[in-house]
């Protein structure tokens, strides 16, 4: 990908446990290395995470850090991949959802793709909010204040949203025009 | 297990996909055999179906039927079993939902177990009633305007409800005394 944002300088975490999509985790975390940002993998433990094919093992991937170690404020973006188990599990955590709702509260952009938005309904975030996922969690994100609408990306104040691995390409080029921006300028509405 | 239960002549089906946890679907459907119902194996498609163990692929069963292709009237009560990828699949099945909300329309009596109630917040059956799951579905729940407890196995009129892989014994014991009452006994109040 050639990307002509530049995010030097700026703080990029990705949020993931076991059941992570790999695919969903490993071209925004190109994409934003490639554009110069720093980049933190963040899970529940430091160690090896298992990333997913749909139903199929993948590689697994070491995380830096453990999320009960760590805060919104030491970031100025936040990356949730998808795979199904992968936020089921994050959600149950109270320091992972306590991470999340920090950069809604700090107005730094945030991207979400697939089955992520589940940790965003835990976090009771989206209230007002316009977002897509992949489509089994329509209802549960219509049941938490949100609206759904069935795009490649959508883009709500700092919330960037995508359905699915094919959406990749928009949410990559998506999230980096919003993490390049200064964070006052990605608030919610 | 010894049920002093008699399903002889009730027809229970077991709806499930990619994903269910092994041990939620082959605990139940013995426990209802061995009290000498006639069960059905009930998928989105005939042949066979990927079962889980957690995150470990586990054996494959074979499904009889088509959920497209029956409906509640055929049966006498439904079993949902878990697995976090079964039902978030089910649930994107508009067959699969319409049957499962056939078993609530009639006063049928419905198991379900962990993971399994993302089927009926998708049914929008649970309005006022009271149930448990896996925990990480608890707000899915309340936001759908169900009541959410944890305990071992909930009973709210006809609609029978566990937690996890370990509160089988109880739920097993559960669903085949209801289902052994007459469909009329066993309505949501």
Redesign the interface.
Known sequence: MVTEQKLDGKHVAFLFT??VEQTELIAPLAAARAAGADTALVSLEQGPV?M?NH?D?AETIDAALAVKDTEAASFDALVLPGG??NP??L??DPDAVRFIGGFFEDNKPVGAIC?AP?TL??ADVLHGRTLTSW??LK??IE??GGHWVDENVHVDGGLISSRKPDDLPAFCSTILESFAQEPAHVGHA
Chains 1, 2 share one sequence.
Do not use: I, M, Y
């Open positions: 076991d059941g298992q997913f139903l093992k199904v188990a089921d599990a959600r149950r089955h589940w309904v835990e489509p089994s209802t549960d049941n938490a």
